[in-house]
Every structure is written in C-alpha cells, then in structure tokens.
C-alpha cells in the first residue's frame, strides 16, 4: 500500500496548507506515521484512498472541499498508486523468490 500512503501524505499535507495549518516538522513527520498506518488498514477498493484521506482531514477539521480539486484527476492518480503498489508487490516477491533459490 506505498501508493497509497503516498497519496495520504501528500494529498493530506496539501489540504493542511492550504487550509491554514501551520506544518512543522513534527506535523509532518506525524502524518507521515499516520499515513503508513492507516494505509495498511485500507481496503483495495477504487477510491478508498481517497475517502480514507478524507475522513482522516474530517477528524481533524480541516477543510475537505479542498478535496474536490483533486476528485476531478483522481482516476489518473489511482492508477498511478495502483502501478506502485503492484511493483513494489512484485520486487518483494522476487527478492522473496531470490532468497529461496539460494537455500
């Protein structure tokens, strides 16, 4: 789920900026936790990065119609989070196979 804690944390970040928060760098290295973690927990479904992301700037109460600038392109984002993920899936499984040719 690289892609998608990417998305979290950059998607995240944006709307915290532009909506008036301040970002340390305390701030951000809490969200980049954040991110990792509650992108695990992601279902793979179309679009759950992006609902996840906004519920997570909900909770907080941040501005999420900062969100619908992105809506817009998200389909292209989507698939670029999805190419990641798969790739990086596919080089854990080839170190995984490597190592296991080796013993």
């Known amino acids: 789920m690289n892609g998608c804690a990417a998305f979290i944390l950059v998607t995240s970040l944006f709307v915290m900026q532009n909506g008036g928060t301040s970002l340390t760098w305390s701030t951000i290295l809490l969200w980049m936790l954040i991110s990792v973690v509650s992108a695990v927990g992601n279902a793979g479904v179309p679009m759950g990065c992006f609902f996840l992301t906004m ?15 992105i809506l817009p392109i998200y389909t292209i984002i989507d698939m670029v989070e999805t190419a990641e ?17 080796r013993s």
Not at 55 to 69: D, E, F, K, Q, T
Not at 85 to 101: I, T
């Open 55 to 69: 519920s997570l700037m909900s909770g907080i109460g941040a501005p999420v119609a900062i969100l619908g600038i």
């Open 85 to 101: 993920n798969v790739w990086s899936d596919s080089c854990v499984a080839a170190m995984v196979n490597h190592d296991e040719a």
